[in-house]
Protein backbone atom coordinates (compact mmCIF):
# COMPACT_ATOMS: atom_id res chain seq x y z
CA UNK A 1 0.00 0.00 0.00
CA UNK A 2 2.92 2.46 -0.57
CA UNK A 3 0.68 4.51 -2.76
CA UNK A 4 -2.00 5.04 -0.85
CA UNK A 5 -2.57 9.34 -0.53
CA UNK A 6 -5.50 9.09 2.26
CA UNK A 7 -7.33 7.21 4.30
CA UNK A 8 -10.18 7.14 2.09
CA UNK A 9 -7.76 5.02 -0.51
CA UNK A 10 -6.68 3.15 2.47
CA UNK A 11 -10.49 1.87 2.93
CA UNK A 12 -11.06 0.80 -0.77
CA UNK A 13 -7.57 -0.98 -1.15
CA UNK A 14 -8.34 -3.11 2.02
CA UNK A 15 -11.62 -4.10 0.50
CA UNK A 16 -10.22 -4.52 -2.99
CA UNK A 17 -7.23 -6.65 -1.22
CA UNK A 18 -9.64 -8.61 0.97
CA UNK A 19 -11.74 -9.93 -3.22
CA UNK A 20 -14.38 -7.39 -2.41
CA UNK A 21 -15.92 -7.02 -6.10
CA UNK A 22 -18.91 -4.86 -5.90
CA UNK A 23 -19.99 -1.58 -4.00
CA UNK A 24 -23.93 -1.03 -4.14
CA UNK A 25 -24.27 2.72 -3.12
CA UNK A 26 -25.21 6.69 -3.86
CA UNK A 27 -23.03 9.34 -4.28
CA UNK A 28 -23.43 12.30 -1.43
CA UNK A 29 -21.04 15.30 -0.52
CA UNK A 30 -19.96 13.37 3.01
CA UNK A 31 -18.72 10.64 0.57
CA UNK A 32 -16.77 12.65 -1.95
CA UNK A 33 -13.63 11.06 -0.60
CA UNK A 34 -14.03 7.66 -0.69
CA UNK A 35 -15.78 7.84 -4.05
CA UNK A 36 -12.70 9.37 -5.51
CA UNK A 37 -10.90 6.34 -4.18
CA UNK A 38 -13.44 4.30 -5.61
CA UNK A 39 -13.43 5.92 -8.88
CA UNK A 40 -9.89 4.70 -9.69
CA UNK A 41 -9.92 1.28 -7.96
CA UNK A 42 -10.60 -2.14 -9.28
CA UNK A 43 -13.99 -2.65 -7.35
CA UNK A 44 -17.59 -1.66 -9.79
CA UNK A 45 -19.33 0.71 -8.10
CA UNK A 46 -23.39 -0.25 -8.97
CA UNK A 47 -25.05 3.26 -8.34
CA UNK A 48 -28.87 2.25 -7.09
CA UNK A 49 -31.51 4.83 -7.51
CA UNK A 50 -32.39 4.75 -3.48
CA UNK A 51 -29.93 3.47 -0.09
CA UNK A 52 -32.60 1.00 0.72
CA UNK A 53 -32.36 -0.59 -2.17
CA UNK A 54 -28.38 -0.30 -2.32
CA UNK A 55 -28.22 -2.25 1.56
CA UNK A 56 -30.99 -4.57 -0.26
CA UNK A 57 -28.69 -5.37 -3.05
CA UNK A 58 -25.85 -6.03 -1.11
CA UNK A 59 -27.41 -8.66 1.22
CA UNK A 60 -28.70 -10.79 -1.32
CA UNK A 61 -25.16 -10.52 -2.91
CA UNK A 62 -24.17 -11.25 0.70
CA UNK A 63 -26.46 -14.35 1.14
CA UNK A 64 -25.47 -15.79 -2.50
CA UNK A 65 -21.91 -15.64 -2.33
CA UNK A 66 -21.05 -16.14 1.80
CA UNK A 67 -19.18 -13.13 1.39
CA UNK A 68 -19.34 -9.25 2.81
CA UNK A 69 -21.89 -7.41 0.58
CA UNK A 70 -20.87 -3.73 0.82
CA UNK A 71 -23.06 -0.98 0.16
CA UNK A 72 -21.86 3.25 0.31
CA UNK A 73 -24.43 6.20 1.44
CA UNK A 74 -23.87 9.50 2.67
CA UNK A 75 -24.56 10.85 5.99
CA UNK A 76 -27.93 12.33 7.40
CA UNK A 77 -30.49 11.07 5.19
CA UNK A 78 -28.53 8.89 3.36
CA UNK A 79 -27.92 6.92 6.11
CA UNK A 80 -30.73 6.97 7.66
CA UNK A 81 -32.26 5.36 4.25
CA UNK A 82 -30.33 2.19 5.08
CA UNK A 83 -31.65 1.08 8.39
CA UNK A 84 -34.54 -0.84 7.02
CA UNK A 85 -32.31 -2.89 5.41
CA UNK A 86 -30.10 -2.97 7.91
CA UNK A 87 -32.01 -4.37 10.36
CA UNK A 88 -33.57 -6.93 7.63
CA UNK A 89 -29.85 -8.13 7.68
CA UNK A 90 -29.24 -8.03 11.06
CA UNK A 91 -32.05 -10.27 12.43
CA UNK A 92 -30.71 -12.79 9.45
CA UNK A 93 -26.88 -12.53 10.55
CA UNK A 94 -26.29 -11.42 6.79
CA UNK A 95 -22.31 -10.39 6.14
CA UNK A 96 -22.45 -6.76 5.02
CA UNK A 97 -19.86 -4.18 5.78
CA UNK A 98 -21.82 -0.78 5.91
CA UNK A 99 -19.86 2.70 5.10
CA UNK A 100 -21.67 6.03 5.95
CA UNK A 101 -19.44 9.30 5.51
CA UNK A 102 -20.14 11.89 8.17
CA UNK A 103 -19.48 15.87 8.67
CA UNK A 104 -16.43 16.85 10.00
CA UNK A 105 -15.12 15.82 13.44
CA UNK A 106 -14.14 19.24 14.33
CA UNK A 107 -18.40 20.16 13.98
CA UNK A 108 -19.41 16.76 15.00
CA UNK A 109 -22.26 16.79 17.75
CA UNK A 110 -23.06 20.70 16.79
CA UNK A 111 -25.96 20.28 15.08
CA UNK A 112 -24.51 21.17 11.83
CA UNK A 113 -25.88 20.32 8.21
CA UNK A 114 -26.84 16.90 7.84
CA UNK A 115 -25.44 15.84 11.34
CA UNK A 116 -27.41 12.99 13.12
CA UNK A 117 -26.04 10.21 15.48
CA UNK A 118 -25.72 7.90 13.16
CA UNK A 119 -23.54 5.18 14.84
CA UNK A 120 -26.64 5.85 17.95
CA UNK A 121 -29.09 4.57 15.23
CA UNK A 122 -27.16 1.97 13.88
CA UNK A 123 -25.44 0.50 17.39
CA UNK A 124 -28.40 -1.75 18.23
CA UNK A 125 -28.92 -3.42 14.14
CA UNK A 126 -25.09 -3.87 13.42
CA UNK A 127 -22.57 -6.54 15.16
CA UNK A 128 -20.73 -3.18 15.80
CA UNK A 129 -20.65 0.40 14.84
CA UNK A 130 -17.61 2.32 14.02
CA UNK A 131 -17.14 6.02 14.22
CA UNK A 132 -13.81 6.96 12.72
CA UNK A 133 -13.32 10.63 13.66
CA UNK A 134 -8.98 9.75 13.47
CA UNK A 135 -6.79 8.00 10.68
CA UNK A 136 -5.77 5.32 13.08
CA UNK A 137 -9.70 4.48 13.96
CA UNK A 138 -10.58 3.90 10.49
CA UNK A 139 -7.61 1.75 9.88
CA UNK A 140 -8.32 -0.36 12.84
CA UNK A 141 -12.13 -0.60 12.09
CA UNK A 142 -11.86 -2.04 8.50
CA UNK A 143 -9.22 -4.29 9.42
CA UNK A 144 -11.01 -5.66 12.43
CA UNK A 145 -13.93 -6.40 10.38
CA UNK A 146 -12.06 -8.90 8.05
CA UNK A 147 -10.60 -10.52 11.52
CA UNK A 148 -14.12 -10.49 12.51
CA UNK A 149 -15.49 -12.88 9.51
CA UNK A 150 -12.63 -14.83 9.67
CA UNK A 151 -13.17 -16.10 13.01
CA UNK A 152 -16.83 -17.10 11.42
CA UNK A 153 -18.72 -13.85 13.52
CA UNK A 154 -21.32 -12.99 11.21
CA UNK A 155 -23.94 -10.51 10.86
CA UNK A 156 -23.61 -6.50 9.70
CA UNK A 157 -20.94 -4.41 10.07
CA UNK A 158 -20.69 -0.23 9.87
CA UNK A 159 -17.92 2.39 9.28
CA UNK A 160 -18.84 5.45 9.52
CA UNK A 161 -16.19 8.05 8.09
CA UNK A 162 -15.91 11.54 9.39
CA UNK A 163 -15.48 13.84 5.58
CA UNK A 164 -12.31 15.29 6.83
CA UNK A 165 -11.20 12.05 7.66
CA UNK A 166 -11.64 10.82 4.72
CA UNK A 167 -8.73 13.23 3.15
CA UNK A 168 -6.07 12.34 6.08
CA UNK A 169 -2.71 10.73 5.33
CA UNK A 170 -2.32 7.39 6.51
CA UNK A 171 -0.09 6.91 9.59
CA UNK A 172 2.64 4.57 8.54
CA UNK A 173 3.74 4.04 11.79
CA UNK A 174 0.41 2.96 13.29
CA UNK A 175 0.39 -0.60 13.93
CA UNK A 176 -2.15 -3.02 14.50
CA UNK A 177 -3.07 -5.63 17.02
CA UNK A 178 -4.52 -8.68 16.01
CA UNK A 179 -6.12 -10.75 18.40
CA UNK A 180 -8.24 -14.09 17.90
CA UNK A 181 -12.07 -13.16 18.24
CA UNK A 182 -13.03 -16.52 19.76
CA UNK A 183 -11.41 -19.11 21.35
CA UNK A 184 -10.73 -22.47 19.11
CA UNK A 185 -12.76 -25.47 20.04
CA UNK A 186 -12.00 -27.23 23.92
CA UNK A 187 -11.50 -30.70 23.36
CA UNK A 188 -13.68 -31.50 26.66
CA UNK A 189 -16.17 -29.51 25.02
CA UNK A 190 -15.44 -31.71 21.42
CA UNK A 191 -15.51 -35.02 23.55
CA UNK A 192 -18.64 -34.20 25.45
CA UNK A 193 -20.83 -33.41 22.06
CA UNK A 194 -19.24 -36.65 20.80
CA UNK A 195 -20.58 -38.33 24.23
CA UNK A 196 -24.09 -37.46 23.82
CA UNK A 197 -24.01 -38.29 19.87
CA UNK A 198 -23.03 -41.35 20.61
CA UNK A 199 -25.65 -42.31 23.20
CA UNK A 200 -28.11 -40.68 21.33
CA UNK A 201 -31.32 -43.16 20.14
CA UNK A 202 -32.60 -40.50 18.03
CA UNK A 203 -30.25 -37.52 17.11
CA UNK A 204 -31.45 -34.66 14.70
CA UNK A 205 -29.43 -32.29 13.39
CA UNK A 206 -30.54 -28.12 12.80
CA UNK A 207 -28.40 -26.13 10.06
CA UNK A 208 -28.75 -22.67 9.65
CA UNK A 209 -26.79 -19.75 7.27
CA UNK A 210 -24.27 -20.22 9.39
CA UNK A 211 -22.92 -22.93 7.76
CA UNK A 212 -23.11 -20.62 4.92
CA UNK A 213 -21.10 -17.70 5.97
CA UNK A 214 -18.52 -20.36 7.90
CA UNK A 215 -17.68 -21.74 4.69
CA UNK A 216 -18.70 -25.10 5.96
CA UNK A 217 -20.42 -26.66 3.90
CA UNK A 218 -17.99 -29.31 3.01
CA UNK A 219 -17.44 -30.43 6.51
CA UNK A 220 -20.92 -30.64 6.99
CA UNK A 221 -21.16 -33.60 4.28
CA UNK A 222 -18.46 -35.33 5.80
CA UNK A 223 -19.99 -35.27 9.10
CA UNK A 224 -23.58 -36.40 7.92
CA UNK A 225 -21.58 -38.91 5.77
CA UNK A 226 -19.84 -39.90 8.71
CA UNK A 227 -22.91 -39.98 10.87
CA UNK A 228 -25.55 -40.57 8.65
CA UNK A 229 -27.56 -38.70 11.10
CA UNK A 230 -30.78 -37.16 9.41
CA UNK A 231 -30.77 -32.97 9.15
CA UNK A 232 -33.46 -30.21 9.38
CA UNK A 233 -32.65 -27.11 7.82
CA UNK A 234 -34.18 -23.41 8.62
CA UNK A 235 -35.45 -21.21 6.47
CA UNK A 236 -32.04 -19.87 5.54
CA UNK A 237 -30.43 -22.81 5.50
CA UNK A 238 -32.81 -24.49 3.15
CA UNK A 239 -30.59 -25.88 -0.06
CA UNK A 240 -27.08 -26.59 1.50
CA UNK A 241 -27.81 -30.10 1.51
CA UNK A 242 -29.95 -30.66 -1.61
CA UNK A 243 -33.29 -30.45 -1.05
CA UNK A 244 -33.84 -34.24 -2.54
CA UNK A 245 -30.95 -35.81 -1.24
CA UNK A 246 -32.52 -38.50 1.27
CA UNK A 247 -30.70 -37.10 4.17
CA UNK A 248 -32.13 -33.87 4.08
CA UNK A 249 -35.33 -33.72 5.92
CA UNK A 250 -36.23 -30.52 4.76
CA UNK A 251 -37.38 -27.94 6.80
CA UNK A 252 -38.11 -27.36 10.18
CA UNK A 253 -40.71 -25.21 12.22
CA UNK A 254 -44.22 -23.54 10.86
CA UNK A 255 -43.78 -24.18 7.92
CA UNK A 256 -42.09 -27.65 7.93
CA UNK A 257 -41.86 -30.82 6.41
CA UNK A 258 -43.89 -34.20 7.93
CA UNK A 259 -40.73 -35.54 8.13
CA UNK A 260 -38.77 -32.26 10.10
CA UNK A 261 -42.38 -32.33 12.11
CA UNK A 262 -41.78 -36.32 13.34
CA UNK A 263 -38.36 -36.33 13.67
CA UNK A 264 -37.91 -32.98 15.27
CA UNK A 265 -40.82 -34.06 18.27
CA UNK A 266 -39.46 -37.20 18.53
CA UNK A 267 -35.71 -36.62 18.73
CA UNK A 268 -33.55 -36.76 22.19
CA UNK A 269 -30.56 -34.83 21.02
CA UNK A 270 -30.96 -31.67 18.92
CA UNK A 271 -27.24 -30.17 17.23
CA UNK A 272 -28.47 -26.84 16.19
CA UNK A 273 -25.53 -26.03 13.69
CA UNK A 274 -25.17 -22.12 13.27
CA UNK A 275 -28.43 -21.47 13.64
CA UNK A 276 -30.58 -18.81 16.04
CA UNK A 277 -33.21 -21.14 17.05
CA UNK A 278 -36.04 -18.66 16.62
CA UNK A 279 -39.48 -19.40 17.92
CA UNK A 280 -40.52 -20.31 14.43
CA UNK A 281 -37.75 -22.70 14.08
CA UNK A 282 -38.64 -24.38 17.18
CA UNK A 283 -42.22 -24.74 17.73
CA UNK A 284 -42.05 -28.61 16.62
CA UNK A 285 -39.33 -29.28 19.25
CA UNK A 286 -40.38 -31.67 22.03
CA UNK A 287 -36.82 -31.97 24.24
CA UNK A 288 -34.75 -29.80 26.15
CA UNK A 289 -31.77 -31.81 25.21
CA UNK A 290 -30.41 -29.23 22.94
CA UNK A 291 -26.72 -28.50 21.84
CA UNK A 292 -26.14 -24.98 19.98
CA UNK A 293 -22.95 -24.02 18.27
CA UNK A 294 -22.84 -20.23 17.73
CA UNK A 295 -20.74 -17.44 17.21
CA UNK A 296 -22.90 -15.26 18.69
CA UNK A 297 -23.45 -15.74 22.20
CA UNK A 298 -26.81 -13.28 21.52
CA UNK A 299 -28.49 -16.16 19.89
CA UNK A 300 -28.05 -18.33 22.98
CA UNK A 301 -30.81 -20.29 23.43
CA UNK A 302 -30.09 -23.76 25.66
CA UNK A 303 -27.96 -24.42 28.49
CA UNK A 304 -25.19 -26.50 26.33
CA UNK A 305 -23.88 -23.44 24.12
CA UNK A 306 -20.96 -23.12 22.46
CA UNK A 307 -19.67 -20.02 21.63
CA UNK A 308 -17.46 -21.73 18.79
CA UNK A 309 -16.67 -21.04 14.66
CA UNK A 310 -18.73 -24.16 13.76
CA UNK A 311 -16.32 -24.58 10.66
CA UNK A 312 -13.67 -25.28 13.81
CA UNK A 313 -16.14 -27.55 15.32
CA UNK A 314 -16.93 -29.77 12.82
CA UNK A 315 -13.07 -30.28 11.62
CA UNK A 316 -12.88 -31.43 15.43
CA UNK A 317 -15.58 -33.87 14.95
CA UNK A 318 -14.25 -35.31 11.73
CA UNK A 319 -11.04 -36.45 13.15
CA UNK A 320 -13.02 -38.05 15.93
CA UNK A 321 -14.94 -41.59 16.26
CA UNK A 322 -18.59 -40.56 16.16
CA UNK A 323 -21.19 -43.46 16.10
CA UNK A 324 -23.79 -43.45 12.89
CA UNK A 325 -27.30 -42.84 13.90
CA UNK A 326 -29.17 -45.97 14.59
CA UNK A 327 -30.77 -47.57 11.65
CA UNK A 328 -34.40 -48.02 13.48
CA UNK A 329 -34.53 -44.16 14.02
CA UNK A 330 -33.66 -43.59 10.05
CA UNK A 331 -35.71 -45.72 8.71
CA UNK A 332 -38.55 -44.50 11.35
CA UNK A 333 -38.31 -40.98 9.35
CA UNK A 334 -37.82 -42.55 6.31
CA UNK A 335 -41.84 -43.98 6.68
CA UNK A 336 -43.28 -40.82 7.18
CA UNK A 337 -45.34 -39.30 3.75
CA UNK A 338 -45.07 -36.45 3.09
CA UNK A 339 -47.79 -36.51 0.40
CA UNK A 340 -48.54 -32.73 0.27
CA UNK A 341 -48.89 -32.48 -3.36
CA UNK A 342 -52.37 -30.58 -4.03
CA UNK A 343 -53.70 -31.72 -7.25
CA UNK A 344 -57.38 -29.46 -7.16
CA UNK A 345 -57.56 -25.39 -6.65
CA UNK A 346 -60.75 -23.75 -6.78
CA UNK A 347 -62.06 -21.98 -9.46
CA UNK A 348 -61.60 -18.49 -9.45
CA UNK A 349 -62.77 -15.39 -11.62
CA UNK A 350 -58.89 -14.15 -12.88
CA UNK A 351 -56.03 -16.70 -12.39
CA UNK A 352 -55.49 -18.52 -9.31
CA UNK A 353 -52.46 -17.52 -7.90
CA UNK A 354 -51.41 -20.70 -6.25
CA UNK A 355 -51.53 -21.95 -9.59
CA UNK A 356 -49.59 -19.52 -11.28
CA UNK A 357 -46.74 -19.72 -8.58
CA UNK A 358 -46.46 -23.37 -8.78
CA UNK A 359 -46.13 -23.00 -12.67
CA UNK A 360 -43.25 -20.28 -12.02
CA UNK A 361 -41.43 -22.78 -9.95
CA UNK A 362 -41.98 -25.65 -12.61
CA UNK A 363 -39.45 -23.53 -14.56
CA UNK A 364 -36.96 -22.95 -12.19
CA UNK A 365 -33.98 -25.13 -12.44
CA UNK A 366 -30.67 -25.65 -10.42
CA UNK A 367 -29.66 -22.25 -12.68
CA UNK A 368 -32.21 -20.42 -11.04
CA UNK A 369 -32.22 -17.77 -7.88
CA UNK A 370 -35.40 -16.95 -6.71
CA UNK A 371 -35.68 -13.28 -4.77
CA UNK A 372 -39.21 -12.78 -2.88
CA UNK A 373 -41.02 -9.89 -1.14
CA UNK A 374 -43.83 -10.01 2.34
CA UNK A 375 -46.52 -10.72 0.95
CA UNK A 376 -48.87 -13.69 -0.36
CA UNK A 377 -46.01 -14.91 -2.38
CA UNK A 378 -43.87 -16.39 -0.34
CA UNK A 379 -45.65 -18.93 1.30
CA UNK A 380 -46.28 -20.60 -1.95
CA UNK A 381 -42.44 -20.16 -2.71
CA UNK A 382 -41.67 -21.65 0.63
CA UNK A 383 -44.51 -24.45 0.49
CA UNK A 384 -43.98 -25.75 -3.50
CA UNK A 385 -39.93 -25.25 -3.86
CA UNK A 386 -37.42 -28.09 -3.82
CA UNK A 387 -34.30 -26.33 -3.55
CA UNK A 388 -31.02 -27.93 -5.24
CA UNK A 389 -28.60 -25.65 -3.42
CA UNK A 390 -28.29 -22.86 -0.28
CA UNK A 391 -29.48 -19.28 -1.14
CA UNK A 392 -31.67 -20.19 -4.27
CA UNK A 393 -34.74 -18.84 -2.45
CA UNK A 394 -33.90 -14.61 -1.18
CA UNK A 395 -36.02 -13.39 1.65
CA UNK A 396 -35.08 -11.98 4.95
CA UNK A 397 -37.40 -13.64 6.93
CA UNK A 398 -36.52 -12.55 9.92
CA UNK A 399 -37.71 -9.21 9.27
CA UNK A 400 -40.19 -9.39 6.83
CA UNK A 401 -39.99 -6.24 4.61
CA UNK A 402 -41.77 -4.91 1.71
CA UNK A 403 -39.37 -3.94 -1.32
CA UNK A 404 -36.69 -6.50 -0.97
CA UNK A 405 -37.20 -8.19 -4.52
CA UNK A 406 -36.64 -6.18 -6.80
CA UNK A 407 -32.94 -4.72 -5.29
CA UNK A 408 -32.04 -8.05 -4.01
CA UNK A 409 -32.55 -9.72 -7.59
CA UNK A 410 -29.88 -6.87 -8.62
CA UNK A 411 -27.31 -7.91 -6.18
CA UNK A 412 -28.23 -11.88 -6.58
CA UNK A 413 -27.92 -10.96 -10.92
CA UNK A 414 -24.07 -9.61 -9.87
CA UNK A 415 -23.49 -12.95 -7.34
CA UNK A 416 -24.14 -15.51 -9.81
CA UNK A 417 -24.67 -16.09 -13.36
CA UNK A 418 -28.56 -18.02 -12.84
CA UNK A 419 -31.28 -16.17 -14.38
CA UNK A 420 -33.08 -14.48 -11.55
CA UNK A 421 -36.69 -15.02 -11.13
CA UNK A 422 -37.78 -11.85 -9.03
CA UNK A 423 -41.66 -12.30 -7.41
CA UNK A 424 -43.50 -9.42 -6.26
CA UNK A 425 -46.77 -8.49 -5.54
CA UNK A 426 -48.13 -5.00 -6.55
CA UNK A 427 -47.89 -3.39 -3.61
CA UNK A 428 -43.80 -4.45 -2.41
CA UNK A 429 -43.45 -3.47 -6.34
CA UNK A 430 -44.45 0.33 -6.19
CA UNK A 431 -41.98 0.53 -3.03
CA UNK A 432 -38.65 -0.01 -5.14
CA UNK A 433 -39.71 -0.05 -8.56
CA UNK A 434 -37.47 2.99 -9.05
CA UNK A 435 -34.59 -0.21 -9.47
CA UNK A 436 -35.99 -1.13 -12.77
CA UNK A 437 -33.20 1.80 -14.23
CA UNK A 438 -30.41 -0.76 -12.66
CA UNK A 439 -32.07 -3.87 -14.15
CA UNK A 440 -32.20 -2.12 -17.57
CA UNK A 441 -28.90 -0.46 -17.55
CA UNK A 442 -26.84 -3.44 -17.10
CA UNK A 443 -29.37 -5.97 -18.93
CA UNK A 444 -29.31 -8.26 -16.04
CA UNK A 445 -31.27 -11.50 -16.50
CA UNK A 446 -33.79 -10.50 -14.21
CA UNK A 447 -37.40 -12.02 -14.91
CA UNK A 448 -40.07 -9.91 -12.64
CA UNK A 449 -43.20 -11.84 -11.65
CA UNK A 450 -45.58 -8.93 -10.78
CA UNK A 451 -48.30 -10.86 -8.64
CA UNK A 452 -51.28 -8.52 -9.19
CA UNK A 453 -54.06 -8.74 -6.45
CA UNK A 454 -54.62 -4.91 -6.46
CA UNK A 455 -54.29 -5.72 -2.66
CA UNK A 456 -52.41 -5.67 0.53
CA UNK A 457 -53.32 -9.49 0.62
CA UNK A 458 -51.95 -10.48 3.76
CA UNK A 459 -52.86 -7.47 5.52
CA UNK A 460 -56.38 -8.20 4.68
CA UNK A 461 -56.89 -12.08 5.54
CA UNK A 462 -55.79 -10.94 9.12
CA UNK A 463 -58.33 -8.18 8.70
CA UNK A 464 -60.76 -11.26 7.95
CA UNK A 465 -59.29 -13.76 10.27
CA UNK A 466 -60.28 -10.92 13.49
CA UNK A 467 -63.48 -10.17 11.68
CA UNK A 468 -63.04 -6.48 10.84
CA UNK A 469 -64.21 -4.92 8.27
CA UNK A 470 -61.32 -4.43 5.59
CA UNK A 471 -59.44 -1.14 5.74
CA UNK A 472 -56.88 0.46 3.83
CA UNK A 473 -55.39 -2.64 2.03
CA UNK A 474 -57.69 -2.03 -1.69
CA UNK A 475 -55.15 -0.79 -3.89
CA UNK A 476 -57.55 0.25 -5.91
CA UNK A 477 -55.08 2.92 -8.04
CA UNK A 478 -52.26 1.34 -8.94
CA UNK A 479 -50.12 2.69 -11.96
CA UNK A 480 -50.39 0.87 -15.21
CA UNK A 481 -47.38 -1.28 -14.75
CA UNK A 482 -47.20 -1.64 -18.43
CA UNK A 483 -46.68 1.82 -19.28
CA UNK A 484 -43.69 1.43 -16.69
CA UNK A 485 -41.93 -1.54 -18.05
CA UNK A 486 -41.83 0.50 -21.44
CA UNK A 487 -40.70 3.61 -19.96
CA UNK A 488 -37.69 1.67 -18.32
CA UNK A 489 -37.16 0.27 -21.92
CA UNK A 490 -38.14 -3.51 -20.10
CA UNK A 491 -40.14 -6.06 -22.10
CA UNK A 492 -43.06 -6.88 -20.39
CA UNK A 493 -46.26 -9.17 -21.24
CA UNK A 494 -49.60 -8.96 -19.50
CA UNK A 495 -50.44 -12.43 -18.78
CA UNK A 496 -53.98 -14.01 -19.27
CA UNK A 497 -53.31 -17.54 -18.92
CA UNK A 498 -51.88 -20.13 -17.24
CA UNK A 499 -50.76 -21.59 -21.07
CA UNK A 500 -49.02 -17.85 -22.10
CA UNK A 501 -47.50 -17.53 -19.16
CA UNK A 502 -45.12 -21.26 -19.70
CA UNK A 503 -44.73 -20.28 -23.20
CA UNK A 504 -43.45 -17.06 -22.69
CA UNK A 505 -41.75 -17.58 -19.59
CA UNK A 506 -39.28 -20.44 -21.30
CA UNK A 507 -38.80 -17.71 -23.93
CA UNK A 508 -37.63 -15.11 -21.38
CA UNK A 509 -35.23 -17.76 -19.69
CA UNK A 510 -33.36 -18.00 -22.88
CA UNK A 511 -33.34 -14.37 -24.08
CA UNK A 512 -31.79 -13.78 -20.43
CA UNK A 513 -32.89 -10.08 -20.75
CA UNK A 514 -34.72 -7.80 -18.23
CA UNK A 515 -38.73 -8.73 -18.88
CA UNK A 516 -41.66 -8.18 -17.00
CA UNK A 517 -44.93 -10.35 -16.31
CA UNK A 518 -47.84 -8.62 -15.05
CA UNK A 519 -50.34 -11.13 -13.88
CA UNK A 520 -53.25 -10.32 -12.38
CA UNK A 521 -54.85 -13.02 -9.98
CA UNK A 522 -57.40 -13.74 -7.34
CA UNK A 523 -57.37 -11.99 -3.88
CA UNK A 524 -57.56 -15.35 -1.96
CA UNK A 525 -56.45 -16.11 1.59
CA UNK A 526 -52.93 -18.16 1.40
CA UNK A 527 -52.82 -21.37 4.13
CA UNK A 528 -51.86 -20.54 7.27
CA UNK A 529 -49.55 -22.66 9.36
CA UNK A 530 -50.97 -25.44 11.38
CA UNK A 531 -50.81 -24.83 15.25
CA UNK A 532 -47.52 -26.55 16.79
CA UNK A 533 -46.70 -26.90 20.40
Known amino acids: MENIENKAEYLIQTLEDNDVEYVFGYPGEQVLGIYEALRKSKI ?49 SVPLIVLTGDVASDIKGQDAFQDIDINGVFNPITVKSYQCNSPEKLQNSIDEIFAYKEAGITGPFHINVSKNVQFMGRNVDHKIIKSRKIKQPQPSDINGIIKQINTSKRPLIIVGSGIIYADAIAQLNEFIDKTNIPITTTFHGRGIIPEDDPRNLGMIGNRGTKKSDMASENADLIIAMGCKLSERTTSTIKTDNIIQINTNKDHKRCEQFYQYNIKEVLIELNNKN ?72 LFPGGFGPMGYSIPASIGAAFATDDVIFAAVGDGAM ?29 IKQWQDMANYENYEVEL ?58
Open 322 to 393: VHKAPCEWIQKIAKVDENKQKTTFADTEKLNPEVVIRNIIQKADENTTITLDAGTTTTYFTMYTKLSKHSQL
Open 44 to 92: KHILMRHEQAAIHAADAYARVTGNYGVCLATAGPGAMNLTMGLAAAYKD
Open 430 to 458: QMTMEELAVISKYKLPIIIFLINNSYLGI
Open 476 to 533: DYNPDFLKIAEAYNIEADDIKSIDELNEKVEIAIKKRQPHIFKIDVENMHIPMPSKKN
